[in-house]
């Protein structure tokens, strides 16, 4: 173990833990990779760290442009974090349902942002009270453009469409490749932006081309994403998710409810002695699921997204 000059030296590089009582009963492995013990406690320092030190390099962002993003919380923490530490002034426009935004929020603060909420009706009209980011950061998405055409010095990260969002995440594959000696059949994720599943699956299908990559989605969500068919792209919306599915990243998608995340979460915490968020607990009961349908001799691995903190007040399958 060394000594780092900067925190942010600190993002990325996560733990590999093996699971055993929630697959005492199950032949195959599962891993899980803890992305909730990067500095701010969320793998979103990747792709914050990634997009910002990239526009700096291409003078897309520079000294005194103000970075602006929507997001549902762990992206606008960590460009908040990321910001704050190369002096941006950062403007985030966050859309969370319920209470679950005043922790959110309070973490931003902290790290100097300034902190707009957007309420949507449409949360309270979800048939499941989990949210999928894609779709309700659209109109924060909108703002973001506005200002983006407006005022020169302003650089809005545009995390569902920016390419090293994807890029940050080649290096996740790449350490899941290297910790697991090379020996993975199943990759599983849930999808917000879709920049964790489609950066880990482009690396992981290079290499492991017989992977089985499934991606995990709030059973709230509204617009259906299927493999091999088409998702829209526009200026605010599509992007990443559009791009994974027209290359056929992805083998199979499922909705997990709000309910059932958030038990396999309080199963995380209480028998692996994971703090972990709730979009983690979605991941780990698919993971499970493909461990249970793949067998004997099997390896499945997942990310745990998130940090526990962020979900005292509330609990809610966000992502």
């Not at 990239?54 to 992206?75: C, F, H, M, Q």
């Not at 792209?233 to 499922?254: H, Q």
Request: net charge negative; with cysteine.
């Amino acid at each position: 173990m060394k000594v780092v000059n900067s925190i942010l030296e600190l993002i990325g590089k996560t733990p590999m833990l093996k699971l055993n009582k929630l697959t005492k009963d199950i032949e195959a492995e599962v891993l899980v990779k803890l992305e909730y013990l990067n500095p701010t406690g969320s793998l979103k320092d990747r792709i914050a760290l990634k997009m910002i030190e990239y526009a700096e390099r291409d003078e897309s962002l520079k000294p005194g442009y103000t970075i602006v993003e929507s997001s549902t919380g762990n992206t606008g923490i960590s460009l908040s974090f990321v910001g704050n530490m190369k002096g941006y002034k950062v403007v985030i426009y966050e859309t969370i349902p319920g209470k679950m935004d005043k922790e959110r929020v309070k973490i931003m603060e902290s790290y100097g942002a300034e902190v707009h909420l957007t309420t949507l009706k449409m949360i309270s009209e979800l048939r499941d009270k989990s949210v999928m980011g894609a779709e309700v950061e659209i109109p924060g998405r909108e703002i973001c453009l506005k200002l983006e055409k407006r005022d020169p010095n302003v650089w809005w990260a545009r995390q569902f469409s920016n390419p090293n969002n994807v890029a940050a995440h080649n290096e996740t594959g790449r350490e899941i490749l290297a910790q697991t000696d090379g020996k993975v059949d199943a990759f599983v994720a849930a999808i917000g932006t879709g920049g964790t599943l489609m950066g880990v699956a482009e690396f992981l299908k290079e290499k492991l081309p017989d992977i089985r990559i499934v991606g995990v989605r709030p059973k709230g969500s509204k617009r259906p994403i299927i493999p091999g068919k088409p998702y829209p792209k526009t200026e605010i919306s599509g992007g990443i998710i559009s791009d994974m599915l027209e290359r056929n990243l992805v083998d199979e998608i499922v909705e997990v409810s709000d309910e059932d995340a958030i038990n396999m979460t309080h199963r995380l915490w209480r028998e692996e002695g994971v703090f972990a968020g709730i979009s983690s607990g979605a991941n780990v009961l698919v993971a499970v699921k493909e461990a249970e349908m793949l067998g004997e001799g099997k390896r499945i691995v997942t990310v745990l997204p998130d940090s526990g903190d962020r979900y005292l007040t509330e609990e809610h399958f966000v992502t």
